[in-house]
């Protein structure tokens, strides 16, 4: 079986939010800055429930903001 791997775009959402910062992020989210690095370069998976707080916070659906990745067969 295969490793599907999720990968994530809050580094253009928060371009496209006025090009907030990941200390601003981690503030409205309640993390460290660390956490939202970790998180945006996909070295640590967030939690349900901060993922849901991260769409949130850019009012998009959760599937825009990680999307599973299916490896080719």
């Not at 070295?43 to 993922?51: F, G, H, R």
């Amino acid at each position: 079986m295969k490793k599907r791997t999720i990968r994530n775009t809050i580094r253009t959402l928060r371009f496209h939010a006025g090009e907030m910062t990941q200390a601003e992020l981690a503030a409205k989210i309640g993390v460290t800055r660390q956490t939202v690095l970790a998180i945006e370069a996909a070295k640590y998976p967030p939690s349900l429930e901060l993922a849901f707080r991260i769409a949130e916070v850019f009012e998009v659906p959760l599937g825009d903001v990680f999307i599973r990745e299916c490896p080719a067969s």
